[in-house]
């Protein structure tokens, strides 16, 4: 197929790091992972949406990013898992989406922004003039300040945001296709919401089993548990009981802070907080699904 449109293109075809002015041209890649792009000029609009459709577009990288923010792109935008090996380990990764609603930045100045209001060190990404992520590999979090952070910018930038907070993950080569999976999540949540400012799993879990959606990724949170018998039972136990601990207690015949103890616990392993509707259901759920597999 390439060699067809070799000859069809001729010098309007070129492959990967042929050229300086990559901007100039349509980026693609082929099954087997090979890049190539096609002059904007060559192209009409029919020719580039069947390339679209024969083709993965290929997003190529800005040239302002440093070298860390690099090597993230190509593993999670660009989806080449050999760069994984060279990007920050951690014990853990998180991602938190933003989507410009309304309005247009500079992509840097926004980026910046994002990071002056972490109160620790942050990889930030820009996908499209839209979609902005953050890159956290710190146990804490700003989950609970995001509502802010957001009144903070679009305050500053005159724009309309949205936001996802990803699940803790495991970091392994996974991500990349935790990353897809929950950019999705947010446009469902986006799509089935869209008078919220804020997501996270809690809020589209149930959006998810509506729409059949693939639930694989989305139930990440529960791999730190669901080996853990105990724990299944009684996180079922407490939900059952209509999340009573004093009932539940008595039910599992322990003490109230012994149950209490093991809630905390598992909303500490899982980042999803139990106590309220939205994570019990989710985590309920998740449970019940594990269990029919």
């Not at 997003?59 to 690099?70: A, C, G, V, Y």
């Not at 956290?136 to 700003?142: F, H, L, N, Y």
């Not at 986006?190 to 639930?215: A, G, T, W």
């Amino acid at each position: 197929m390439l060699e067809k449109l070799r000859a069809y293109y001729q010098d309007a075809l070129i492959e990967r790091e042929q050229v300086d002015e990559r901007d100039q041209y349509e980026w693609f890649s082929t099954e087997r992972g090979e890049v190539f792009g096609i002059k904007k000029e060559a192209l009409t609009p029919k020719e580039r949406t069947l390339l679209a459709t024969l083709f993965t577009r290929y997003e190529t990288i800005p040239s302002w990013l440093n070298e860390r923010q690099q090597r993230w792109y190509r593993f999670l935008i660009q989806h080449d898992t050999t760069a994984f090996e060279h990007v920050p380990s951690s014990a853990h990764t998180r991602f938190i989406y933003f989507y410009i609603q309304k309005g247009t930045v500079d992509p840097h100045d926004f980026m910046e922004a994002i990071q002056s209001l972490f109160p620790y060190d942050v990889t930030m990404l820009s996908e499209t003039e839209q979609q902005f992520i953050v890159i956290e590999q710190q146990e804490e979090s700003v989950a609970s300040t995001l509502y802010e952070l957001i009144d903070t910018l679009c305050s500053d930038f005159y724009i309309q945001l949205r936001a996802y907070i990803g699940q803790k993950c495991p970091h392994g080569v996974e991500l990349t296709h935790i990353f897809t999976a929950e950019k999705r999540y947010f446009h469902i949540g986006m799509k089935h919401k869209p008078e919220q400012r804020v997501y996270s799993i809690e809020d589209v879990f149930p959006l998810l089993l509506i729409n059949d959606e693939e639930m694989t990724y989305a139930m990440t949170f529960l791999q730190t548990v669901k080996q853990d018998d105990d724990m299944i039972k009684t996180m079922k136990t407490f939900f059952e009981c209509n999340l009573n601990v004093s009932l539940a207690a008595k039910k599992l015949h322990m003490h109230r802070n012994s149950l209490q103890y093991r809630i905390d616990k598992l909303i500490e392993k899982t980042g999803v907080d139990i106590k309220q509707f939205k994570g019990a259901l989710t985590v309920y759920l998740a449970i019940l699904l594990h269990e029919q597999h």
